[in-house]
């Protein structure tokens, strides 16, 4: 599976901007999990928010309703649209998408794009 997030730029603080992620290759329509996570220099990555196939949207504690993911089923694509921005959302994002093995039972093989700067000017 390949991932390709699009969309990165500069806003400035209480602005609102749009992520896009397509996934492709052989496995992309096996992907039950698809979302986002983000890091920041020093920082671990953490959870932005993910879409896991007929569960809850789990979000980042520090969301706080200003995001909102979303995919797309049928062309294999995440969407984060985030609202409200904060100088400290400044980050790199990363699409993150996870695909179940068919030979192991349990086992899962988890995919990571290239990831895209955003950045939160104040």
């Known amino acids: 599976v390949q991932l390709q997030a699009s969309g990165g730029g500069l806003v400035q603080a209480g602005g609102s901007h749009t992520l896009s992620c397509a996934a492709s290759?052989?496995?992309?329509?096996?992907?039950?999990?698809m979302g986002w996570y983000r890091q920041t220099p020093g920082k671990q990555r953490e959870l932005v928010a993910i879409?896991?196939?007929?569960?809850?949207?789990d979000y980042g504690d520090f969301v706080e309703g200003r995001f909102t993911v979303s995919r797309d089923y049928a062309r294999n694509m995440v969407y984060l649209q985030m609202n409200s921005l904060k100088p400290e959302d400044t980050a790199v994002y990363y699409c993150?998408?996870?695909?179940?093995?068919?030979?192991?039972?349990?086992?899962?093989?988890?995919?990571w794009g290239q990831g895209t700067l955003v950045t939160v000017s104040s």
């Open positions: 993150y998408a996870v695909v179940k093995s068919l030979v192991v039972l349990g086992h899962e093989y988890k995919y």
């Open positions: 290759g052989d496995d992309s329509s096996r992907i039950s999990t």
């Open positions: 879409v896991p196939d007929g569960k809850t949207i």
